[in-house]
């Protein structure tokens, strides 16, 4: 189990957003499989995601964190099963209006493999991740994994 401890020795992002492995304790909204890359993901948000979902509350407020950690895959066992391999990374979407205006008020971060490497090799790095949530989903404050049925 991770403590606050060990999350304060994991460099930030060079964009602000800080690792936390508190999204452990948060609701998974949604899990996903992506065939061609051949990982599996979790999503997790937080209370006040989470309830901004269930209420529509688009867009999101400030406060709202969504986390997606991604893991590679075993080859499928006798039964067809595909398990999860190892680790590769956990993303991170923070939402702070005023903090991160130059990316519609989202706060990206990436932290790679077991040493939770923060990505990136300027702080510009997350110009890259909003251009395509921008093009993809405006219509969702840039945020693909709402569950279509959340009640
Ligand atoms: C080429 C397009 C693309 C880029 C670039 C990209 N993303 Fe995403 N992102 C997606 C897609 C598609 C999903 C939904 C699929 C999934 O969750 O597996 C997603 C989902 C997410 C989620 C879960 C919340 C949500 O929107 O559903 C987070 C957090 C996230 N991305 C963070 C990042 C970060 C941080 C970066 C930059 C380091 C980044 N993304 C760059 C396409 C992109």
Redesign the pocket.
Same mark, same amino acid.
């Given at each position: 189990m991770q403590t606050a401890d060990h999350d304060a020795q994991i460099t930030a992002s060079l964009n602000g957003v800080a690792y936390s492995s508190d999204y452990k304790n948060w609701k998974i909204i949604s899990i996903?499989d $992506?065939y061609d890359g051949g990982s599996m993901?979790v999503?997790y948000a937080n209370d006040i995601m989470v309830k901004a979902i269930k209420s529509g509350t688009i867009p999101f407020p400030d406060g709202a964190k969504?986390? $997606?950690a991604v893991w590679g895959k075993q080859k499928p066992d006798a039964e067809g099963i595909v398990r999860p391999g190892n680790f590769q990374n956990v993303? /991170?979407?923070v939402k702070d209006g005023k903090k991160y205006q130059q990316t519609e008020g989202w706060g /990206?971060? $990436?932290f790679d493999g077991f040493g939770l490497k923060a990505?990136g090799k300027t702080s510009l /790095?997350?110009r890259?991740?909003i251009n395509?949530?921008r093009l993809?989903v405006p219509e969702n404050d840039f945020? /693909?994994?709402i569950p279509t049925k959340n009640k």
């Open positions: 996903t $992506k993901r999503v969504i986390v $997606k993303q /991170f979407m /990206f971060a $990436k990505y /790095f997350d890259t991740c395509c949530h993809l945020v /693909f994994n």
